[in-house]
């Protein structure tokens, strides 16, 4: 595993937008996304966007580090229709009657979800705010890179301006390395956990 | 500071629209003018960050709107007239001719940051795709990477630029789409 922090990043602080390029199968990428979830203590509120992921099965990998009652839990959810904006938690399994809020987002629109992940970052009471998106391997089957990369651009900027830390998992055996070198820009730094940072 | 990518064109027949509007810009921008919409396609380049086409122009602006997609260009367009003409809802603004004393700053100047944050998104992700094809050999050579300083500095300015626009501006240049304006 390597972590790579982008030129101009002051080691000491924490960083706001991190790559995160782990294999899609395997434990490495959940393991990662629970450390990065906690980086700051255990979260006032969690962000998850999920593309091909459920908000469910997020949930279901956070459980050990997330406490559902304490931690506020929201989703934008790209994956699934039908699902209605508010609903218990106990419909992902159980999570002792939690209320989760889930933005259904029909289709791969960027510029909707952006705008329901900042709306969701304006309306975070309770810090630190932490965001997970699963993930950009998804979306670049829908959107040309260029695109993907403008978009990431005004993301990571609305993330640090609200002051929330945020986790972007990619495939590590999805995309070809000039993916990553291209996307690592927009970070500040990036986690490898794969053949490569050995 | 104005930059040599921030002049503002201004398309119109009539002398008292063009002056009216003009001598309200030209103290925080370079300013051209046009009488006929030919003559403002023949002074498109790439220093136009803005154009504002008056809805009495004799022709269709259609050719300016396909340019700004063949070409993928930058500037932003200004309709100058009704909130109900033809080409409205192609246009990023609305001006009322008779708002121009009071408004046509506060909407000029929110359409050079949409054109800048457009320009800079361009250069940030062409020099993201150098990096991506030089990182291999760069690291073979144990050299650093020639763009990721510049690649840092074109990040914090879009950062910037993107801090004073709405979410609906930023994601709208971002992301391409162009739904109407209206001021």
């Known amino acids: 595993m390597s972590d790579e922090l982008s030129p101009g990043v002051d080691a000491t602080e924490t960083p706001s937008n991190v790559l995160c390029v782990c294999p899609a199968i395997g434990n490495a990428k959940n393991?990662?996304?629970?450390?990065?979830?906690?980086?700051e203590g255990p979260p006032g509120t969690v962000l998850g966007v999920t593309v091909a992921s459920s908000p469910g099965e997020r949930m279901s990998e956070w459980s050990n580090v997330i406490d559902p009652v304490r931690t506020t839990l929201s989703f934008v959810d790209v994956s699934?229709?039908?699902?209605?904006?508010?609903?218990?938690?106990?419909?992902?399994?159980?999570?002792?009657?939690?209320?989760?809020?889930?933005?259904?987002?029909?289709?791969?629109?960027?510029?909707?979800?952006?705008?329901?992940?900042?709306?969701?970052?304006?309306?975070?009471?309770?810090?630190?705010?932490?965001?997970?998106?699963?993930?950009?391997?998804?979306?670049?089957?829908?959107?040309?890179?260029?695109?993907?990369?403008?978009?990431?651009?005004?993301?990571?900027?609305?993330?640090?301006?609200?002051d929330a830390i945020a986790h972007y998992h990619i495939d590590a055996d999805g995309h070809p390395d000039r993916t990553f070198d291209t996307l690592a820009p927009l970070f500040d730094a990036t986690i490898r956990a794969d053949s490569r940072s050995e | 500071m104005a930059s040599t990518q921030d002049a503002v064109l201004v398309a119109s027949p009539e002398e008292e629209r063009r002056l009216s509007i003009t001598s309200v810009l030209r103290d925080h921008w370079p300013v051209r003018?046009?009488?006929?919409?030919?003559?403002?396609?023949?002074?498109?380049?790439?220093?136009?960050?803005?154009?504002?086409?008056?809805?009495?122009?004799?022709?269709?602006?259609s050719d300016l709107f396909a340019a700004r997609?063949?070409?993928?260009?930058?500037?932003?367009?200004?309709?100058?007239?009704?909130?109900?003409?033809?080409?409205?809802?192609?246009?990023?603004?609305?001006?009322?001719?008779?708002?121009?004393?009071?408004?046509?700053?506060?909407?000029?100047?929110?359409?050079?940051?949409?054109?800048?944050?457009?320009?800079?998104?361009?250069?940030?992700?062409?020099?993201?795709?150098?990096?991506?094809?030089?990182?291999?050999?760069?690291?073979?050579?144990?050299?650093?990477?020639?763009?990721?300083?510049?690649?840092?500095?074109?990040?914090r300015e879009l950062d910037e630029i993107v801090a004073e626009l709405d979410d609906e501006d930023a994601f709208e240049v971002a992301l391409g789409n162009r739904p109407p304006v209206n001021q």
């Open chain 2, 33 to 61: 003018i046009a009488t006929t919409l030919d003559g403002a396609l023949d002074s498109l380049d790439e220093s136009i960050a803005v154009i504002v086409i008056d809805e009495s122009i004799e022709e269709a602006p």
């Open chain 1, 80 to 162: 699934h229709g039908g699902r209605s904006a508010a609903m218990s938690a106990d419909g992902f399994g159980g999570q002792n009657g939690a209320i989760v809020n889930v933005v259904e987002v029909d289709e791969v629109d960027l510029h909707r979800i952006g705008t329901e992940i900042t709306t969701q970052l304006e309306n975070a009471e309770k810090g630190p705010v932490v965001v997970c998106l699963d993930s950009l391997t998804d979306l670049l089957q829908f959107e040309t890179a260029r695109t993907l990369h403008r978009f990431l651009n005004v993301l990571t900027a609305r993330v640090e301006e609200a």
């Open chain 2, 69 to 155: 997609l063949e070409d993928e260009r930058s500037f932003q367009i200004l309709w100058l007239g009704t909130s109900d003409g033809p080409f409205v809802d192609r246009a990023e603004a609305v001006l009322d001719p008779a708002r121009v004393e009071d408004q046509s700053l506060t909407i000029v100047d929110r359409l050079q940051r949409r054109a800048r944050y457009d320009r800079l998104l361009t250069r940030f992700y062409e020099l993201a795709r150098v990096r991506g094809r030089d990182e291999e050999k760069a690291t073979a050579e144990g050299k650093p990477v020639a763009t990721d300083v510049e690649l840092d500095s074109l990040k």
């Open chain 1, 31 to 39: 393991e990662h996304c629970r450390d990065l979830l906690t980086r």
